[in-house]
């Protein structure tokens, strides 16, 4: 219910209160984050009108979205969209929310297509296509098939690639992994769900109650999703060509056997901003 006379200082403190007392991190930044959408003002503007009397309707619409954190739904669908590699893409709870750290999938992509000309490029388990239209973003020349086996979350890439001008350039398909795939690729990128059987039991509320499911859950070890694509990238990948992978922290050993004994070479595993393992490319002969 609104209050008469409440100011933005005081709506501001008491959202944090609430967001605190609910156990949800970061309190301040969740309820500017928040209030600007609700009152239409930049960050910059909210300091500079601390003391004045908010207006009915924004105290309405800003408890409302309060209401949906204190729930634990995640930001990024409050707000129906998510910043990923200098790109805003739409994420509802069809797709799951782009991470800092798989920005290091598309780093290394780019690195291992520099010498090609016109990549073509796969996108395994694309969600939101964040990963496969970020690349396009920074190869104007090169083209991809995003798959996955949610048509919903392919109707969600689909906006993301027009929202960011590469619509013309890429392609969403129903795919259970590379099932349905067929051509040629110089790369495949692919940050599939890789969370064990146990770890799914101890997701935080805001992952477990909004996040999908299948995107997360890994199998009982969390390599079946790795275990697939590996098997079957030599029908669709060129001589010579790469894949690269999200993984979990405590994967990399796990992972590079399963490349290993698939016969790639130059199987390389690096870090994330936390010091952790994140990120395995490989070349498949």
Known sequence: MAKTNITYG????????????AGIGNPNLNVRILLEKASRKTSAELIICDHDIVPETVQIEFHELLGYRLAFEPIAYILGEKAFW????????????????TEGLVERALELITNSPTPHILDIGTG??????????????????????????????????????????????????????TGKFDIIVSNPPYIDSKAM?????????????LALHGGKDGLTAYRTIIASTKKVLKPGAHLVFEIGFDQKKSVSDL?????????????????????????IC
């Open 10 to 21: 005081e709506l501001k403190r008491g959202g944090a209160q609430m967001l605190s007392n």
């Open 86 to 101: 200098s790109l805003d893409f739409s994420v509802n709870e069809h797709v799951l929310i782009p991470r800092p750290e």
């Open 128 to 181: 939101s296509g964040a990963v496969l239209i970020s690349l396009l973003h920074e190869r104007k020349l090169a083209t991809g098939l995003g798959v996955d086996i949610s048509p919903k979350a392919l109707d969600m890439a689909r906006v993301n690639a027009v929202r960011n001008n590469v619509g013309d350039r890429c392609q969403f398909n129903k795919s259970d992994y590379l099932k349905n795939v």
């Open 201 to 213: 039991e101890k997701l935080a509320p805001d992952v477990e109650l909004y996040e999908p499911e």
């Open 259 to 283: 490349l290993r004994k698939a016969g790639a070479t130059h199987i390389v595993c690096q870090k994330d901003l936390a010091g952790l393992d994140r990120i395995i490319s490989a070349t």
